[in-house]
């Protein structure tokens, strides 16, 4: 008799609010996010490198290749072809780039100041980068169990005192008077 209402004041009580889940959920979902990473630019780079293209030209292509243009990140990516095409220096063609392309600047620098060939630059940066961004994943994956412990036990110890233990001493106070 005193369980379900019990259980149902456990449920009430302690289950997480909505306020709790969006916060959480927010931090899971970014729809700001790039969907294409550095090293995707940089292997696009490097096809259009390999078919022939130049480096203002496949800075272009690029952008081409980024999901509706890329929107702000794709217009930072034509301009700077435009730039680089019509004299404009290295460093003041990639003034004000999203931090994205960074990779393509770095690694694009020496093929366009000293002639050196581009495309072992960018595998070389592509393969820092999926390093890195290795290093990354298995921090967050640590740091996952730790965020994951205060929500567990929130919602799951005072379910099982409510499911577990108080219904056991209920009983027992029953029949001890």
């Given at each position: 008799?005193?369980?379900?209402?019990?259980?149902?004041?456990?449920?009430?009580?302690?289950?997480?609010?909505?306020?709790?889940?969006?916060?959480?959920?927010?931090?899971?979902?970014?729809?700001?996010?790039?969907?294409?990473?550095?090293?995707?630019?940089?292997?696009?780079?490097?096809?259009?490198?390999?078919?022939?293209a130049?480096?203002?030209?496949?800075?272009?292509?690029?952008?081409?290749?980024?999901?509706?243009?890329?929107?702000?990140?794709?217009?930072?990516?034509?301009?700077?072809?435009n730039?680089?095409?019509?004299?404009?220096?290295w460093e003041?063609?990639?003034?004000?780039?999203?931090?994205?392309?960074?990779?393509?600047?770095?690694?694009?620098?020496?093929?366009?100041?000293?002639?050196?060939?581009?495309?072992?630059?960018?595998?070389?940066?592509?393969?820092?980068?999926?390093?890195?961004?290795?290093?990354?994943?298995?921090?967050?994956?640590?740091?996952?169990?730790?965020?994951?412990?205060?929500?567990?036990?929130?919602?799951?110890?005072?379910a099982?005192?409510?499911?577990?233990?108080?219904?056991?001493?209920?009983?027992?106070?029953?029949k001890?008077?």
């Amino acid at each position: 008799m005193f369980f379900v209402p019990a259980s149902v004041l456990a449920v009430l009580l302690f289950s997480p609010s909505p306020v709790f889940a969006a916060r959480h959920l927010k931090m899971w979902f970014n729809p700001r996010r790039s969907a294409v990473d550095g090293g995707m630019l940089a292997a696009l780079a490097i096809a259009a490198l390999e078919s022939g293209a130049s480096v203002p030209r496949a800075l272009r292509a690029v952008h081409m290749s980024l999901p509706d243009g890329g929107g702000r990140k794709g217009r930072t990516l034509r301009e700077v072809s435009n730039s680089l095409l019509l004299g404009a220096q290295w460093e003041e063609a990639w003034e004000d780039i999203p931090a994205e392309f960074l990779i393509l600047k770095n690694a694009l620098a020496p093929a366009w100041e000293d002639g050196a060939a581009p495309v072992p630059l960018l595998e070389r940066s592509i393969k820092a980068f999926r390093l890195m961004h290795g290093r990354r994943l298995k921090t967050a994956a640590a740091e996952l169990g730790a965020k994951l412990a205060v929500p567990l036990v929130a919602c799951f110890l005072p379910a099982f005192l409510c499911v577990g233990v108080i219904p056991v001493i209920a009983s027992s106070a029953g029949k001890i008077f």
